[in-house]
Protein backbone atom coordinates (compact mmCIF):
# COMPACT_ATOMS: atom_id res chain seq x y z
CA UNK A 1 0.00 0.00 0.00
CA UNK A 2 3.04 2.43 0.55
CA UNK A 3 4.95 1.45 -2.57
CA UNK A 4 1.27 2.14 -4.47
CA UNK A 5 0.93 5.75 -2.83
CA UNK A 6 4.68 6.99 -3.17
CA UNK A 7 4.06 5.85 -7.14
CA UNK A 8 0.78 7.42 -7.37
CA UNK A 9 2.62 10.64 -5.59
CA UNK A 10 5.36 10.80 -8.46
CA UNK A 11 2.45 11.08 -10.79
CA UNK A 12 1.16 14.04 -11.90
CA UNK A 13 -1.84 15.17 -14.46
CA UNK A 14 -3.51 17.51 -16.36
CA UNK A 15 -6.93 18.56 -16.93
CA UNK A 16 -8.46 20.83 -19.40
CA UNK A 17 -12.82 21.44 -20.03
CA UNK A 18 -15.03 23.90 -21.04
CA UNK A 19 -16.02 25.44 -17.67
CA UNK A 20 -14.65 27.57 -14.92
CA UNK A 21 -15.31 23.93 -13.06
CA UNK A 22 -12.13 23.01 -14.20
CA UNK A 23 -9.70 25.34 -12.58
CA UNK A 24 -10.59 23.94 -9.43
CA UNK A 25 -8.54 20.54 -9.79
CA UNK A 26 -5.14 22.15 -9.63
CA UNK A 27 -6.10 21.65 -5.92
CA UNK A 28 -5.48 17.91 -6.18
CA UNK A 29 -2.03 16.91 -5.41
CA UNK A 30 -1.66 15.12 -8.26
CA UNK A 31 -2.31 17.70 -10.80
CA UNK A 32 -0.15 20.06 -12.25
CA UNK A 33 -1.83 21.85 -15.15
CA UNK A 34 -5.61 22.86 -15.01
CA UNK A 35 -6.92 24.34 -17.98
CA UNK A 36 -10.55 25.92 -18.75
CA UNK A 37 -10.80 26.06 -22.65
CA UNK A 38 -13.35 29.06 -23.30
CA UNK A 39 -15.00 30.76 -25.96
CA UNK A 40 -13.42 34.36 -25.51
CA UNK A 41 -16.66 36.75 -25.42
CA UNK A 42 -16.38 38.61 -29.39
CA UNK A 43 -16.55 42.33 -27.64
CA UNK A 44 -13.19 41.39 -25.81
CA UNK A 45 -11.59 39.21 -28.64
CA UNK A 46 -12.40 42.25 -30.58
CA UNK A 47 -11.15 44.55 -28.08
CA UNK A 48 -7.80 43.21 -27.84
CA UNK A 49 -7.27 42.67 -31.73
CA UNK A 50 -7.87 46.03 -32.18
CA UNK A 51 -5.33 46.91 -29.44
CA UNK A 52 -2.73 45.06 -31.24
CA UNK A 53 -3.35 46.71 -34.73
CA UNK A 54 -2.35 50.19 -32.97
CA UNK A 55 1.12 48.63 -32.98
CA UNK A 56 2.03 50.12 -29.48
CA UNK A 57 3.81 49.11 -26.92
CA UNK A 58 2.27 48.05 -23.35
CA UNK A 59 4.18 46.23 -20.38
CA UNK A 60 2.27 46.69 -17.25
CA UNK A 61 2.70 45.41 -13.94
CA UNK A 62 0.70 45.65 -11.02
CA UNK A 63 0.76 44.42 -7.04
CA UNK A 64 -2.86 43.55 -5.87
CA UNK A 65 -4.06 43.72 -2.18
CA UNK A 66 -7.51 41.92 -0.74
CA UNK A 67 -7.96 43.03 2.17
CA UNK A 68 -11.06 40.17 2.38
CA UNK A 69 -12.68 37.60 0.20
CA UNK A 70 -15.29 39.73 -0.73
CA UNK A 71 -12.75 42.62 -2.00
CA UNK A 72 -12.91 43.81 -5.33
CA UNK A 73 -9.62 43.77 -7.03
CA UNK A 74 -8.14 47.73 -8.12
CA UNK A 75 -7.18 47.39 -11.37
CA UNK A 76 -7.51 51.72 -11.50
CA UNK A 77 -4.68 53.07 -14.22
CA UNK A 78 -4.01 49.51 -16.10
CA UNK A 79 -4.02 49.92 -20.08
CA UNK A 80 -5.10 53.46 -19.31
CA UNK A 81 -3.34 54.46 -22.57
CA UNK A 82 -5.79 51.93 -24.39
CA UNK A 83 -9.30 53.01 -22.18
CA UNK A 84 -10.80 54.71 -25.67
CA UNK A 85 -10.73 51.96 -27.37
CA UNK A 86 -14.37 50.13 -28.10
CA UNK A 87 -14.38 47.32 -25.39
CA UNK A 88 -12.16 48.37 -23.41
CA UNK A 89 -14.57 48.19 -19.99
CA UNK A 90 -15.14 45.15 -20.89
CA UNK A 91 -11.83 44.14 -21.13
CA UNK A 92 -11.27 45.22 -17.61
CA UNK A 93 -13.99 43.60 -16.51
CA UNK A 94 -13.10 40.40 -17.16
CA UNK A 95 -9.43 40.85 -15.93
CA UNK A 96 -11.49 41.60 -12.65
CA UNK A 97 -13.32 38.55 -12.69
CA UNK A 98 -10.18 36.57 -13.46
CA UNK A 99 -8.46 38.19 -10.63
CA UNK A 100 -11.52 37.51 -8.09
CA UNK A 101 -11.98 33.93 -9.35
CA UNK A 102 -7.91 33.51 -8.78
CA UNK A 103 -8.12 35.12 -5.27
CA UNK A 104 -11.17 33.01 -4.43
CA UNK A 105 -9.93 29.22 -5.72
CA UNK A 106 -6.27 29.99 -3.74
CA UNK A 107 -7.35 31.97 -1.02
CA UNK A 108 -4.95 34.93 -1.93
CA UNK A 109 -4.70 38.20 -0.45
CA UNK A 110 -1.79 39.25 -2.79
CA UNK A 111 -1.51 39.18 -6.22
CA UNK A 112 0.75 40.09 -9.12
CA UNK A 113 -0.31 41.16 -12.45
CA UNK A 114 1.05 41.68 -15.67
CA UNK A 115 -0.13 42.77 -18.66
CA UNK A 116 1.81 42.49 -21.65
CA UNK A 117 2.38 42.71 -25.73
CA UNK A 118 4.79 39.97 -26.43
CA UNK A 119 6.64 40.11 -29.82
CA UNK A 120 8.93 36.98 -29.63
CA UNK A 121 9.15 34.63 -27.29
CA UNK A 122 9.40 35.95 -23.67
CA UNK A 123 11.13 32.32 -22.56
CA UNK A 124 11.84 30.16 -25.51
CA UNK A 125 13.10 26.88 -23.56
CA UNK A 126 11.17 24.70 -22.10
CA UNK A 127 11.12 25.86 -18.34
CA UNK A 128 9.68 25.08 -15.25
CA UNK A 129 8.28 28.39 -12.80
CA UNK A 130 9.90 28.97 -9.24
CA UNK A 131 6.43 30.23 -8.26
CA UNK A 132 3.51 28.15 -6.38
CA UNK A 133 1.01 28.84 -9.27
CA UNK A 134 0.40 31.05 -11.97
CA UNK A 135 -2.10 32.25 -14.27
CA UNK A 136 -2.11 32.39 -17.70
CA UNK A 137 -4.34 33.27 -20.22
CA UNK A 138 -3.71 34.63 -24.05
CA UNK A 139 -6.50 37.04 -25.31
CA UNK A 140 -4.82 37.61 -28.71
CA UNK A 141 -2.03 35.65 -30.40
CA UNK A 142 -0.37 32.21 -30.12
CA UNK A 143 -0.93 30.56 -27.06
CA UNK A 144 1.77 29.13 -24.77
CA UNK A 145 3.09 25.73 -25.45
CA UNK A 146 3.80 22.92 -22.25
CA UNK A 147 4.67 19.36 -22.00
CA UNK A 148 2.85 15.78 -20.85
CA UNK A 149 5.12 14.03 -18.11
CA UNK A 150 8.10 11.88 -19.51
CA UNK A 151 8.34 13.88 -22.87
CA UNK A 152 11.22 15.49 -21.62
CA UNK A 153 14.12 14.77 -19.12
CA UNK A 154 13.86 17.39 -16.58
CA UNK A 155 17.52 16.97 -15.37
CA UNK A 156 17.93 18.70 -19.18
CA UNK A 157 15.62 21.60 -19.04
CA UNK A 158 17.23 24.66 -20.45
CA UNK A 159 19.04 22.57 -23.01
CA UNK A 160 18.43 22.95 -26.51
CA UNK A 161 19.17 19.75 -27.96
CA UNK A 162 17.31 18.11 -25.51
CA UNK A 163 14.11 19.56 -26.19
CA UNK A 164 11.24 17.91 -28.30
CA UNK A 165 11.23 19.38 -31.66
CA UNK A 166 7.61 17.39 -33.76
CA UNK A 167 4.48 19.29 -32.58
CA UNK A 168 3.14 15.86 -32.20
CA UNK A 169 4.85 15.84 -28.94
CA UNK A 170 4.45 19.52 -27.72
CA UNK A 171 0.90 21.08 -26.12
CA UNK A 172 -0.69 24.28 -26.77
CA UNK A 173 -2.96 26.40 -25.10
CA UNK A 174 -5.76 28.57 -27.30
CA UNK A 175 -6.45 32.54 -27.63
CA UNK A 176 -8.88 32.90 -24.72
CA UNK A 177 -7.77 29.19 -22.56
CA UNK A 178 -7.21 30.15 -18.72
CA UNK A 179 -4.66 28.30 -17.58
CA UNK A 180 -3.42 27.29 -14.11
CA UNK A 181 -0.01 26.30 -14.06
CA UNK A 182 1.68 24.59 -10.84
CA UNK A 183 5.31 25.31 -9.70
CA UNK A 184 7.88 24.17 -8.17
CA UNK A 185 7.51 26.34 -4.83
CA UNK A 186 3.74 24.52 -4.82
CA UNK A 187 4.00 22.33 -1.13
CA UNK A 188 4.26 19.04 -2.30
CA UNK A 189 4.83 19.92 -6.08
CA UNK A 190 9.08 20.01 -5.53
CA UNK A 191 10.02 18.82 -8.88
CA UNK A 192 6.62 18.15 -10.52
CA UNK A 193 6.52 21.91 -12.03
CA UNK A 194 4.69 22.29 -15.40
CA UNK A 195 7.29 22.49 -18.50
CA UNK A 196 6.50 24.84 -20.35
CA UNK A 197 7.44 27.86 -22.80
CA UNK A 198 6.33 30.65 -24.99
CA UNK A 199 6.11 30.53 -28.07
CA UNK A 200 7.26 32.07 -31.16
CA UNK A 201 5.16 34.29 -32.90
CA UNK A 202 4.95 34.28 -36.60
CA UNK A 203 7.18 37.37 -37.99
CA UNK A 204 4.68 40.67 -37.94
CA UNK A 205 2.72 38.75 -35.66
CA UNK A 206 2.47 39.55 -31.52
CA UNK A 207 0.29 38.59 -28.57
CA UNK A 208 -1.67 39.54 -26.12
CA UNK A 209 -0.73 38.06 -22.07
CA UNK A 210 -2.01 38.08 -18.77
CA UNK A 211 -0.18 36.32 -16.34
CA UNK A 212 -1.16 36.11 -12.34
CA UNK A 213 0.71 34.93 -9.41
CA UNK A 214 -0.26 34.35 -5.89
CA UNK A 215 2.20 36.40 -3.95
CA UNK A 216 0.63 35.67 -0.48
Not at 43 to 66: Q, R, T, Y
Request: hydrophobic share 40%; aromatic share 6%.
Amino acid sequence: MLALKLQQNRVRHQHQGATPKTLARILEDDVNLAVWQRQLPLHIADFAELLLSLNEPLAESLCIELPNEDADPDLQGLATGFRDLQGYEGFIADLQWLVSAFACLLGARRIGLRLRVLDKAMCPRFHVDHVPVRLITTYAGIGSQWLKEGVMDREQLGQANAEPHGMSQIQQLKRGDVALLKGEKWHGNEGFGLIHRSPQPAPGERRLLLTLDWLG
